[in-house]
C-alpha cells in the first residue's frame, strides 16, 4: 500500500503533543486572566481544568490537543490554581460544549479555526513551496509558520503531514499536464526539475527518475512521465 504521509507515525506523535512548561511557564499559560475566570464561572469542575489547559496550551502553540496527551503535572497545576480538589475525567465533556469553548479561546486570540477554506490556504502554499524545490520536512515547518502569520488554528503535525504530501501531488500532476506538447527543450526543463526535487515522501510512488544530466536522461524521465499518467 503506498504511502499517503511524509514523516513516520513515530515522528508525527512526538510533534503532536503539548509543550512542555517549566514552573515558570505554567505560571504565565495559566494565569487565570478576568475574562476566562468570568467565562468559567458557572462552568463544572472538569470544563473549568479543561477550558484553562486548552486556554495555555493555545497561548503557547496555537493549537488543540487531545486530553490523553495532557500533562499530568499541568492537570495538577490547573487543579490547584483553580482550588479543585476532587478527583475528575477532563475526557467526560460533550463534545458541542468542548466546541463552543474553544471557539471562544479562538475569538480570545483573534484565531480563524481550522476549516476547508484554511485547508485551501495552506495546500496552496505548500505547492508554491514545492514549486521551489523546498524539502517536505522545510514545507511542513513553513506551514506551521504561516498558520501563525495568518492567526489561523494549527490543525497539528499529523495534519500538515497529509497536506504536504497532497500537495506534492498536485505539483506532480500540474508538471504532468504540462509536459505533454512541450517542446523539446521544454520537455527535458520539466522532467529534470522534477528529477531534482528533495521528495522525502515518495512524490512518485514506486518510481526512480534518472538523476543524470544528460539528454539520455531527459528523455527517459520523460517517457516515464507519459507512462505515469495512465495512472
Avoid at 500533562?71 to 483553580?82: A, C, G, Q
Avoid at 524545490?133 to 522545510?138: D, F, V
Avoid at 497532497?166 to 529534470?192: C, H, M, V, Y
Amino acid at each position: 500500500m503506498a504511502r499517503s504521509t511524509i514523516f513516520s507515525k513515530a515522528t508525527i506523535t512526538a510533534h503532536d503533543k503539548p509543550p512542555m512548561f517549566n514552573e515558570e511557564q505554567r505560571d504565565a499559560y495559566f494565569l487565570v486572566l478576568p475574562h476566562v475566570r468570568k467565562r468559567m464561572r458557572n462552568m463544572s469542575p472538569e470544563r473549568k481544568v479543561r477550558h484553562l489547559l486548552d486556554y495555555g496550551y493555545f497561548g503557547a502553540r496555537q493549537q488543540f490537543f487531545e486530553p490523553e496527551k495532557f500533562s499530568n503535572k499541568d492537570i495538577r497545576f490547573v487543579k490547584e490554581v483553580l482550588h479543585i480538589r476532587k478527583e475528575i475525567s477532563l475526557q467526560d465533556i460533550a463534545s458541542s460544549t468542548l466546541s463552543r469553548d474553544k471557539d471562544k479561546i479562538l475569538t480570545d486570540f483573534g484565531c480563524s479555526p481550522y476549516t476547508q477554506k484554511e485547508k485551501k490556504l495552506l495546500i496552496n502554499h505548500a505547492v508554491k513551496l514545492a514549486a521551489r524545490r523546498q524539502t517536505s520536512k522545510s514545507i511542513i515547518y513553513s506551514l506551521v509558520g504561516f498558520c501563525w502569520q495568518n492567526d489561523i488554528e494549527n490543525p497539528g503535525f499529523k495534519v500538515l503531514d497529509k497536506l504536504v504530501f497532497e500537495s506534492f501531488e498536485i505539483f506532480k500532476k500540474d508538471l504532468l499536464l504540462r509536459i505533454e506538447g512541450e517542446s523539446d527543450e521544454a520537455e527535458r526543463n520539466l522532467t529534470n526539475l522534477i528529477s531534482c526535487i528533495k521528495d522525502d515522501g515518495k512524490l512518485i510512488n514506486n518510481k526512480k527518475f534518472n538523476q543524470a544530466e544528460t539528454q539520455a536522461a531527459s528523455k527517459e524521465n520523460a517517457e516515464q512521465l507519459k507512462y505515469l499518467r495512465q495512472y
